[in-house]
């Protein structure tokens, strides 16, 4: 069996509307191991991305290179949020340019209160979310605001995590598996959520172990396997196509 | 061979070869010539490379292993030293019961301070050690100077009891340590052409201590404690929910330290028969701090290095003067070599301090893993220089 | 009697009651699933278990022995083991290394000055180290530092060094969080498996219901710090409380 | 003998503080080193060598052997002191160890030079252990002692402050403080001060404040420091700026005291010292002939006056050269045998003697006081009083050198 | 009492230099988490900055006397400082009599510069790496420090007074109705008091009411995430480092007439400091202060001759016991936070 060649043809590359956010041949090495090997595709604006495959697939790596962390570390490529090279800045530059990353390990910063977490968030412009808002939101935060941060339960760290993502003015959302250790009832909170912010333009890319859920919500996937892009095409695709399914998402 | 594997054989290997030769490897100049300033055979430096590198060679297992910062560890090396001229002036000079005692002696040091300060961890730990060390300093060289000969430090005396030994030797002086009859200044010289080795018998009862004492380390790295001493520095937290109580492995690991830091204490006692407080400051401290530091924390051989590079810069580079500058330099025209001496000048002699102040910044700035990462890379790039040699000739073979 | 008897058990941080009167019986060789909200208090109660935490009121038994003011190394020693909710392993350790931990405390206990022979030698040790990382498809990573492992990896881990002691009682923590479709399935047929071969019993916390459902035999249902509903598992989906709280429309 | 000299040269240790507190000093000590080869060797003016009361040396060396040195680093620390006297004695072949500052450093290099079988001739080192309880037969010391100063000052101190005074000690806690201490307080005691109270002082103590502050309440209306180095310029310091200085108790203005006196340390406390007695070994506004040759040629080489410390390493060497061109050998025995009772002069501090019993000198010692006008940084103490030998001299079973045995010589293998 | 009360003032002062010294690490050390061996040195270089300033101004030429020799016996020479051709005898006799004063305004610039020099050329890349390094680094840099310090100035001390006007001391004792003599108190040290409340407010000020302070500490725990958050944390590190650094300089310009200044004071100091911030607490400016005062006034009362007589040694050892204790009763010293330094 041969997949590869048939999806690995990078079908929006060629696409006339502008990307938003754009990678191109994309390289990440960390320390002496490379991961992310030369990886291409484009979001639009508005849309969200869906960017899947198993463990150590490099989902995150790529995130991480997106973001601009130094870890993996971008050897070549070029990076573009709506026209500024990315691939240039530090991570907080590629930060005020807009970009959010919601960590796969949430890193609530220790010997913070939660508030106090939120308030980092808008100690540097732009700023989002109002924390009034943040709070209608994720309740639960508000209960909370002055407990300190890395108490809170798995699932409300992970909130806020994203409300953290959610107090700057950001134009393109990067979640690193958001709906890890939340209760089905949130998950599905955050779900409409999401949809609310895409309806007011917001670029996302998502990495979702839950692959259908992912695949429901997003335009758009992109397979990822050792490193490289096996899969980029529409939602429905993948969700139609069983072989792929089969292959590198196991369901 | 010996119950280790075939790298660290090779390892051990090498440091007895280096250790057995070290009176050839370390006077590769020519006694009279300009460089043999630079020699370092001479038996108290090598003792001194010997010893010190047993003291950071234990310091090492807690350290590189457990990740606990003593900074307090010079106080064995003291209390080994003390209990070995006490025995000197007691007992004998032999140096066994004085090494037997002084290693019981900091061990049980060690195993009271170490209780005491492994409540606490990290910087607390790190503060609690050198608080002990600094106090016990304070005192031996103050208000304990009855026991400890206070500034002077505790010396032999023509008059002290050695009830199995004798007072004073015939001619009136006071007996030199030794290992059954045989001194520990004895020496034997081989002359070949103008180079002079010296074979002094101390250096090698040093240097069959140092190997022991490695290979000791290996085992113990290598042993599953050695694994549990990792797995503390790494998640202590995780090891405890594993079944694992940390605390006996790292008050383990702290005493044997504490032992190595008091048997190079009483070998340092048995080259050189005194036992003063300085050794117990917290400079002491510092010191197999960045010997470990600089040679390769975590690493066999580094402390070892790091030990022997610090003595050196100690002993050799501050021994260059003016004189000795002007002479190396006397073949360059006037001008030139006052120029030339002048630019030197600041960082050998009294300045040395100046030029293992950039060594120390020098190394951590390039070399993270220390000197031994200096040595991987040197052998990496050979090793790679000789795989591009040999790819370029398999290029040329036909295949079939 | 169940092999763990939680009786009464109440924690209180601040001004927080994070558990009340929670009473919990996990009978001998069962699966025992603890399932609620974000916040419930279900890792607070395994930490209460597990000797991380002290409850201010209340007992708890394990086969008949109280683990209340013993450390948590003790606790290990009577034969429960955990599984963090976030992945806890030694990073600096290779990953061999990592699964022959758990097996040399569950031989030698607590502690054992085992300093002159060599880690290499004890085969019976590396034997069965070997063998568990097959169990757990890791065995090509056994010489990688555990640190450089994707998360899912170092989540598997941490599972097959918790198994590979034999416990008597296992807590799982949100066990396949983060892990691919695909290792999820692995682990519930290990889990199966582990059940069908030896004595075990295993409480496991989880939100992710088709591990729930397809391994537990009882849940409880915790929600704000007390046990909401405690049953078998087709009684739970249909609970109208438990949908409310928990589990929203999509399940 | 150990490191006999065979060929035409003849290598010397020059064992001084080069790092740490003291590196001025050792510095200094080197520069008279330095010299006093140069003049061995026939250059130079010659110094003190045409003053010298024997006329052994020529200037063609010692013994027609070209002189040689080596120099160290001491790092004013026991074990420091000792790993390069024996690089010396090991690698470098050196007949002969000199130098130090501080009794720490000679006592335990002084043991070494024992017990290797080579001459040692000490630099500035005033604790009575040094050729008391801790002589050695292969140690010479030329500078004076703890009860030299306290038999000089006491009757300086008895004609100017009076002989009912308070005194009120602060004594660094080590051995070369405790020596000190005792032999200031029988002194002045004897002529009738008492003793309020003695302090000990930690060696690494940088602020006296907490030690100074509760000396007037005691009712003393002297103080007595008996601080060396950093130890005494930081307590002098402390003590000006309490403003005790300024005081009257029991009716008299208050004093103090400063047994050891230094130059480089008079210059630390700069104009605190303005005023104060304390003793020296030497200075270099000495009149004799001796100490005009050596000040003349120190200073045109260097370009300011030697310390005390200089001139008591430069003496050492010279009478070192003497004693082994009198000897006709570098054995050491034969070495200590030409300096044990060997009286000389024109070295200057007048007729001086190498006592045998415990290898002290005996000679003038000088009282002085820290100058109110100084003319230049180097002109800060003027002498006060040339103690004559007779007065500071002291029997070899002195209660305060008790202890210890000199040995016999050792002449090494 | 009144020996109470004198100690109790000693207390304070000593306090207030172990304070101030300390307050410059823990912004490093305590917030940074740098293992700086260099802060030592730091407060070192503001004490020579003083000393050059007091050179530059005393910068002299030589004019012969009249009739006097030197010791060669060659026409003797005075030093006439340039600023006395200047200003006139008097006003150049004030300014020199200021110098150290004075020095506080030359000192901030270079401090600071030296500070985010320091920062940026050296310490930027070591905060990654492991403690073990940073000590290397750190400890190695203050040993160049010293030397190039020695090679200019020499080991020995070098007096710097305080102006005539804060010279000599006044009877605290008889403002408060003691009798006379019995409490009396240096003019300087009193300067010196003032001086480190002022400078100790002024930074709490500074990092309590921004959010400076807690952007640093973020910053700490998780420099990547805060960078995540589009904040530029590096230059609010040097920022913090130029700050310790002018604080670590500023102590040391002020305590050059209490102690004359040489090329070891910092080392001297070091050890100290560490102990006074760990016992305060890692992490905790008020820790590090409150611990700065704590240790100075016990050490003051253990230097009192009727505790050394009750028991020997005391004054010795009394810093590191108190440590011990503070630190085996106070799992992270006397305010910490946690998490930080512990392992
Ligand atoms: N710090 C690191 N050092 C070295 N290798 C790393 C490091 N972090 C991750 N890797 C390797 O990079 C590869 C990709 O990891 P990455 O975390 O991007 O995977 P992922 O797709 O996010 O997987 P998961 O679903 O498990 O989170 C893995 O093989 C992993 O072992
Ligand atoms: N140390 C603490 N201090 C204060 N509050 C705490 C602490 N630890 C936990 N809590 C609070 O107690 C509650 C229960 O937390 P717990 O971690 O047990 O939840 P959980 O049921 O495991 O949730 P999740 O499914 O999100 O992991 C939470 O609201 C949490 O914020
Ligand atoms: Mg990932
Ligand atoms: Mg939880």
């Known amino acids: 069996m041969n997949v590869k060649p048939d999806f690995s043809k990078n079908a929006n590359m060629a696409q006339t509307a502008p990307a938003f956010l754009s990678v191109w041949d994309m390289h990440s090495y960390y320390g002496e191991s490379y991961i992310v090997q030369g990886i291409s595709f484009n979001v639009h604006e508005g849309e969200i991305l869906a960017l899947l495959g198993r463990n150590g697939a490099g989902k995150t790596s790529t995130l991480r290179s997106i973001a601009r962390l130094g870890d993996p570390q971008v050897t070549h490529g070029e990076i573009w949020l709506d026209h500024k090279p990315l691939h240039k800045m530090a991570s907080y530059e590629a930060a005020a340019a807009g970009l959010g990353l919601v960590p796969e390990d949430r890193r609530i910063i220790p010997g913070l209160t939660v508030e106090e977490n939120l308030q980092l968030a808008q100690i540097a412009p732009p700023i989002g979310w109002s924390l009034d808002r943040i709070y209608e939101l994720f309740p639960r935060l508000g209960e909370r605001r002055k407990q300190e941060g890395t108490t809170l339960s798995g699932g409300e760290q992970q909130m806020l995590s994203i409300a953290r993502a959610l107090a700057r003015d950001i134009k393109v959302l990067l979640l690193d598996e958001p709906y890890e250790g939340l209760a089905p009832v949130i998950v599905d909170e955050i779900e409409k959520t999401l949809m609310h912010i895409k309806e007011q333009g917001m670029t996302t890319i998502i990495v979702e172990q839950n692959a259908v859920r992912a695949l429901e919500l997003a335009d758009r996937a992109v397979i990822l396997d050792t490193g490289t892009i096996v899969f980029d095409g529409s939602a429905g695709e993948v969700l139609e196509n069983e072989e792929l399914r089969a292959e590198y998402l196991a369901i | 061979m010996l119950g280790l594997d075939k790298k660290d054989a090779v390892l051990l290997v090498i440091v007895a070869v280096l250790t057995m030769f070290a009176p050839f490897i370390l006077n590769p100049f020519p006694e009279g010539s300009a460089m043999a300033q630079f020699n370092a055979g001479y038996p108290d430096l090598m003792q001194r490379f010997v010893i010190f590198g047993i003291f950071a060679i234990g310091f090492n297992i807690l350290f590189g292993l457990t990740g606990y910062l003593s900074f307090g560890h010079a106080a064995f090396l003291g209390v080994g030293s003390y209990a070995a001229v006490w025995m000197f002036k007691l007992l004998s000079m032999n140096v066994i019961p004085a090494i037997v005692l002084a290693v019981i002696m900091s061990g049980l040091f060690a195993l009271l301070i170490g209780y005491i300060s492994l409540r606490r961890s990290g910087i607390y730990f790190s503060i609690l050690t050198l608080a002990f060390a600094q106090m016990m300093f304070a005192l031996a060289y103050s208000v304990l100077t009855p026991i400890t000969g206070g500034e002077t430090g505790l010396q032999l005396a023509l008059d002290d009891p050695r009830i199995l030994g004798q007072s004073q030797t015939p001619e009136g002086n006071i007996p030199v340590p030794g290992l059954f009859g045989f001194e520990m200044r004895d020496s034997a010289e081989l002359v070949i052409g103008s180079w002079v080795f010296t074979f002094n018998l101390g250096y090698y009862f040093c240097g069959v201590i140092l190997l022991l004492a490695f290979y000791l380390a290996i085992r113990i790295f290598r042993s599953p404690f050695g694994m549990m001493l990792r797995a503390i520095k790494s998640n202590q937290q995780r090891l405890n929910y594993t079944g694992i109580n940390p605390k006996p492995y790292t008050l383990a690991a702290f005493v044997i330290s504490g032992m190595y830091a008091g048997l190079a204490g009483a070998l340092m006692a048995s080259m050189d028969p005194l036992a003063g407080a300085e050794r117990m400051f917290w400079t002491a401290s510092g010191e197999v701090v960045l010997m470990t530091i600089l040679g390769g924390v975590g690493t066999l051989i580094g402390p070892v290095l790091g030990a022997g590079a610090i003595k050196y810069m100690e002993n050799i580079i501050s021994k260059i003067n003016s004189d000795i500058l002007h002479s190396w330099f006397a073949f360059l025209p006037d001008g030139l070599e006052d120029f030339v001496v002048t630019i030197v000048y600041p960082f050998i002699g009294k300045g040395w301090h100046l030029t293992l102040g950039i060594i120390f910044m020098l190394v951590v700035i390039f070399l993270p893993g220390g000197l031994v990462e200096g040595g991987q890379r040197i052998s990496s790039w050979l090793r790679n220089r000789r795989a591009r040699r040999d790819d370029r000739r398999s290029k040329t073979e036909p295949a079939e | ?251 | 003998f150990t490191n006999e000299p065979t060929g035409s040269t003849v290598t010397l240790g020059f064992n001084v503080p080069q790092t740490g507190p003291y590196a001025d000093e050792g510095a200094d000590e080197l520069r008279a080193y330095e010299l006093a080869v140069e003049h061995l060797n026939g250059g130079g003016d010659g110094g003190m060598m045409s003053t010298f009361s024997s006329k052994a040396l020529d200037g063609t060396g010692i013994l027609g052997k070209k002189v040689e040195y080596v120099t160290g680093d001491t790092q004013t620390k026991s074990d420091a002191a000792r790993a390069s006297a024996k690089s010396m004695i090991e690698k470098d072949g050196a007949v002969m160890i000199t130098g130090g500052s501080s009794s720490g450093v000679a006592v335990a290099v002084q043991a070494l030079c024992q017990e290797a079988g080579v001459i040692f001739m000490a630099g500035l080192t005033h604790s009575n252990d040094t050729t008391g309880k801790d002589k050695r037969a292969n140690g010479f010391r030329h500078f004076f002692n703890s009860y030299m100063s306290g038999a000089a000052l006491a009757p300086v101190l008895a004609a100017n402050y009076g002989t009912d005074r308070k005194a009120y000690h602060l004594t660094a806690d080590y051995n070369w403080g405790y020596t000190t201490e005792e032999a200031i307080r029988s002194s002045t005691e004897a002529m009738g001060w008492e003793t309020v109270a003695a302090v000990k002082t930690p060696l690494t103590q940088t602020d006296f404040s907490s030690y100074i502050a509760p000396v007037l309440q005691s009712g003393a209306d002297t103080l007595v420091l008996n601080h060396y180095g950093g130890n005494m310029v930081n307590s002098l310091t402390n003590a000006v700026q309490f403003g005790l200085r300024d005081k009257q108790v029991n009716g008299k203005d208050f004093q103090i005291i400063v047994p050891l006196y230094s130059r480089l340390m008079a210059k630390g406390a700069g104009a605190n010292v303005k005023g104060i007695f304390g003793s020296t070994n030497w200075h270099w506004s000495l009149q004799d002939d001796g100490s005009k040759a050596f000040v003349k040629s120190f200073g045109t080489k260097y370009g300011f006056p030697p310390s005390q410390a200089a001139h008591t390493c430069y003496v050492q060497t010279l009478l070192y050269a003497d004693a082994v061109q009198r000897a006709g050998t570098f054995e050491p025995c034969a070495v200590v045998e030409a300096l044990e009772g060997y009286e000389f002069d024109g070295l200057g501090n007048g007729k001086t003697l190498y006592r045998a019993e415990d290898h002290q000198c005996f000679k003038d010692v000088l009282v002085v006081k820290g100058k109110e006008n100084p003319t230049s940084e180097f002109d800060l103490l003027e002498i006060v009083e040339v103690t004559p030998v007779a007065q500071v001299t002291y029997p070899p079973d002195h209660p305060q050198f008790a202890g210890g045995a000199l040995g016999t010589c050792n002449n090494g293998g | 009492m009144d020996a109470i009360i004198l100690q109790i003032l000693n207390g304070l002062d000593k306090g207030s230099a172990y304070a101030l010294i300390a307050l410059g690490l823990t912004l490093i050390f305590g917030t940074l988490g740098v293992v700086n061996f260099a802060h030592g040195a730091l407060f070192m270089i503001g004490a020579f900055c003083a000393v050059t300033l007091s050179r530059l101004i005393g910068l002299s030429h030589k004019v012969e006397v009249e009739g006097e020799t030197d010791f060669l016996g060659n026409p003797l020479t005075k030093d006439v400082p340039y600023i006395y051709d200047w200003f006139g005898e008097a006003t150049g006799a004030a300014i020199v009599d200021w110098a150290v004063p004075l020095a506080i305004l030359f000192a901030i610039p270079v401090m600071i510069l030296v500070g985010v020099v320091m920062e940026r050329g050296l310490i930027k890349h070591f905060y990654k790496r492991p403690h073990a390094d940073q000590i290397l680094v750190t400890f190695g840099l203050a040993i160049v420090l010293q030397e190039v310090i020695k090679y200019f100035y020499g080991a020995n001390p070098i007096p710097t007074p305080a102006p005539s006007a804060f010279t000599g001391s006044f009877d605290f004792g008889v403002l408060i109705g003691f009798d006379a003599n019995t409490i009396i108190y240096p003019y300087w040290r009193l300067v010196y008091f003032a001086f480190a409340a002022v400078i100790i407010g002024a930074v709490f000020a500074f990092l309590q009411f921004t959010t400076f302070g807690m952007v640093v500490r973020a910053g700490m725990a998780d420099r990547e995430t805060v960078g995540l958050l589009g904040i530029n944390i590096d230059k609010r590190f040097t920022i913090m480092f130029g700050i310790a650094a002018a604080v670590a300089g500023l102590a040391g310009v002020m305590y050059v007439p209490i102690n004359p200044p040489n090329y070891h004071m910092g080392m001297d100091f070091l050890v100290l400091s560490f102990v006074v911030v760990v016992v305060g607490g890692m992490g905790s400016l008020p820790g590090a202060v409150l611990a700065g005062f704590l240790l100075g006034i016990l050490e003051s009362f253990a230097s009192m001759r009727e505790v050394i007589d009750l028991i020997p040694g005391i004054n010795q050892i009394i810093i590191y016991l108190v440590a011990i204790i503070i630190l085996l009763t106070r799992p992270r010293g006397l305010m910490g936070r946690k998490g930080v330094m512990e392992d």
Do not use: W
């Open chain 3, 1 to 251: 009697m169940g092999i763990l008897e939680v009786k009464n058990v109440g924690k209180r941080f601040g001004g927080l009651q994070a558990l009340s009167e929670v009473n919990l019986s996990v009978a001998e060789n069962s699966v025992h699933a603890i399932i609620g909200p974000n916040g419930a208090g279900k890792s607070t109660l395994l930490n209460c278990l597990v000797g991380k935490l002290i409850p201010d009121t209340g007992s708890v038994m394990f086969d008949g022995q109280s683990v209340l003011g013993r450390s948590p190394f003790e606790i290990n020693q009577m034969g429960i083991s955990r599984v963090f909710q976030t992945p806890e392993i030694f990073g600096d350790l290779t990953v061999m290394e990592n699964m022959m931990i758990p097996i040399f405390a569950s031989r030698d206990g607590s502690f054992r000055m085992h300093a002159v022979e060599s880690v290499v030698s004890e085969s019976e040790v590396v034997d069965y180290a070997e063998q568990m990382l097959e169990d757990m498809n890791m065995a090509d990573k056994r010489h990688m530092h555990a640190a450089a492992m994707s998360r899912g990896d170092k989540r598997r881990l941490e599972i097959g060094m918790c198994l590979s002691q034999k416990p008597r009682l296992l807590l799982l923590d949100e066990p396949t969080a983060g892990m691919a479709r695909a290792d999820t399935n692995n682990t519930i047929d290990l889990l199966k498996q582990i059940k069908e071969d030896r004595d075990i019993t295993i409480a496991i916390i989880e939100h992710d219901m088709h591990v729930v459902f397809s391994l537990a035999e009882r849940i409880t249902v915790l929600a704000q710090g007390t046990p909401l509903v405690e049953d078998a598992p087709e009684n739970i989906k249909g609970n109208p409380k438990v949908r409310e709280a928990y589990l929203g429309e999509s399940a």
